[in-house]
């Protein structure tokens, strides 16, 4: 998977957290916190808003979450790979 591409969330589907992709550390360790660390699975499931809030599921919890701030991921669909 190329750096450049994006990955286009699916309400239902599994993705696997390859790299935080932002450098500040104030961000950095919220998602820490929330348990988006490498190699853990989210899955998506459902959206709010139009796409601008995501309801996601992290390590048995329930979270939501702005687009902007999953874009701080680096994801790749689990059932393609």
Do not use: C
């Amino acid at each position: 998977m190329s750096e450049v591409e994006t990955v286009q969330y699916q309400v239902g589907a599994e993705y696997r957290i390859t790299r935080l992709l932002t450098k500040d550390r104030e961000a950095r360790n919220h998602l820490i916190a929330y348990g988006f660390i490498p190699g853990a699975v989210l899955k998506v499931k459902y959206r709010i808003f139009r796409g601008a809030y995501w309801v996601i599921q992290v390590h048995g919890h329930t979270i939501g979450m702005r687009s902007s701030e999953l874009k701080r991921l680096k994801l790749y669909n689990v059932d393609t790979y």
